[in-house]
Structure formats: structure tokens, C-alpha cells
Nanobody
Framework: QVQFVESGGGLVQPGGSLRLSCLPS?????VGWYRQAPGDERGLVAY???????TYSDAVKGRFTIDRENAGTPVNLHMNSLEAEDTAVYYC??????????????WGQGTQVTVSS
């Protein structure tokens, strides 16, 4: 069972910035975030692979950046130019290996991000 240490999130005004951090245990192929707003399905935000390759959803591309210093350090999601539509619970996930399918991902507890004036 993967253990997660998560931090960040909260309330910010439109146009503001927030950072999420997530450190899952073990050596995982990829780490990232999904998000879920009330009434919506959970959708991918971004992830970064073991070798540093990053992928973003179209909704956040150009505004969010995912990074990590090196293996064993937290993965960070830098969220800029936040919009009300970014309001959701953000779930950190760990994909243990390349062949691991999404229904086998390990999940963090979730962090609320609220963008409101």
C-alpha cells in the first residue's frame, strides 16, 4: 500500500496562485493529480514520470506546472492564473509501473482548492 504525504491547497482569488505537494512512498512510474468538482467526474490534471516527462490536461496547459527535484522528493503542482473552474478536490495519485491501469492507481486523501473572490 502506497502512503502519501500531501500539503497545499486552500482558498485563493481568481488570477492567484497555489501549490500542491505530494510525496508517495516507493519508487513509482508516475505521480500526479486528478481533480473532481461537485457533480463532475474525476479528471486528469497533470502527471510526471520517473524520468521527468510531464503531461497536462488541455484545461490547465500553460497555467500549471508539475515538477520534482529528484526521486524521493515531493512532486509539486504549481497552479497559476487560477480560475473559478479550477475549484475542485485535487487527488494525488501514484502509478506504480507503466503497465498499471488507472483503476489500479494508489490515491491520496484529496485536497480542496477553492478559487473565489
Amino acid at each position: 500500500q502506497v502512503q502519501f504525504v500531501e500539503s497545499g491547497g486552500g482558498l485563493v482569488q481568481p488570477g492567484g496562485s497555489l501549490r500542491l505537494s505530494c510525496l508517495p512512498s516507493g519508487d513509482n512510474y508516475a505521480v500526479g493529480w486528478y481533480r473532481q468538482a461537485p457533480g463532475d467526474e474525476r479528471g486528469l490534471v497533470a502527471y510526471i514520470t520517473r524520468i521527468g516527462f510531464a503531461t497536462y490536461s488541455d484545461a490547465v496547459k500553460g497555467r500549471f506546472t508539475i515538477d520534482r527535484e529528484n526521486a524521493g522528493t515531493p512532486v509539486n503542482l504549481h497552479m497559476n492564473s487560477l480560475e473559478a473552474e479550477d475549484t475542485a478536490v485535487y487527488y494525488c495519485f501514484a502509478r506504480r509501473e507503466f503497465m498499471t491501469s488507472s483503476h489500479e492507481y494508489d490515491w491520496g486523501q484529496g485536497t480542496q482548492v477553492t478559487v473565489s473572490s
